[in-house]
T-cell receptor
Framework: KAGVTQTPRYLIKTRGQQVTLSCSPI?????VSWYQQTPGQGLQFLFE???????NKGNFPGRFSGRQFSNSRSEMNVSTLELGDSALYLC??????????????FGPGTRLTVL | QKEVEQNSGPLSVPEGAIASLNCTYS??????FFWYRQYSGKSPELIMS????GDKEDGRFTAQLNKASQYVSLLIRDSQPSDSATYLC??????????FGKGTRLSVIA
């Protein structure tokens, strides 16, 4: 079974631009979570989607948004990029948000650099 | 605020020794517990999951859960330099996102 895929793997943008990151979960998985990881900050939760609905949202500004499509693929968008948005963005796939399917499997991540 | 606490390390152990990584959590109703390994510059990789009190073994790895004391630990036997990584503890409490600790950096010295 193919793992979680994320595209692109690397991105360089300048301040003020916007960016869209994509995540394809493991086949059959319907839940996708997004995280931001910066050195020293650990994994910061962005949002969680299940069946095209956002179930949970982390404490990030409205510049960060996401969505999930009917095939479970998910995208996240960051508008008006700031230098502090430079980070590794990780997508994690799980079967469902409930007890029996909550185990998360991570994609390789997208490394975003904002200049 | 649900919290998961880990000692940031680095935890240094000699090759062949047992590495012991600990994690405490604040939510008493937590149900599922996970350990991930993350190499520098890479994404987290699931090592173990544990749901019931006691020990769960998988090769050189043993996860230990004590719900009464609200801690979960990971033992790595016969530690190898390739085990050098950051280990993340994650806790699920139902209807809320998985909560991750900040991780413990392990260094295995050859």
């Amino acid at each position: 079974k193919a793992g979680v895929t994320q595209t692109p793997r690397y991105l360089i943008k300048t301040r003020g631009q916007q960016v869209t990151l994509s995540c394809s979960p493991i086949s059959g998985h319907r839940s996708v979570s997004w995280y931001q990881q910066t050195p020293g900050q650990g994994l910061q939760f962005l949002f969680e989607y299940f069946s095209e609905t956002q179930r949970n949202k982390g404490n990030f500004p409205g510049r960060f948004s996401g969505r999930q499509f009917s095939n479970s693929r998910s995208e996240m968008n960051v508008s008006t990029l700031e230098l502090g948005d430079s980070a590794l963005y990780l997508c994690a796939s799980s079967a469902s948000p409930g007890q029996g399917g909550v185990t998360q499997y991570f994609g390789p991540g997208t490394r975003l650099t904002v200049l | 605020q649900k919290e998961v606490e880990q000692n940031s390390g680095p935890l240094s152990v000699p090759e062949g020794a047992i590495a012991s990584l600990n994690c405490t959590y604040s939510d008493r109703v937590s149900q599922s517990f996970f350990w991930y390994r993350q190499y520098s510059g890479k994404s987290p990789e699931l090592i173990m999951s544990i749901y019931s009190n006691g020990d769960k073994e998988d090769g050189r790895f043993t996860a230990q859960l004590n719900k009464a004391s609200q801690y979960v630990s990971l033992l790595i036997r016969d530690s190898q330099p390739s085990d050098s990584a950051t280990y993340l503890c994650a806790v699920f409490s139902g209807n809320t996102p998985l909560v991750f600790g900040k991780g413990t950096r392990l260094s295995v010295i050859a």
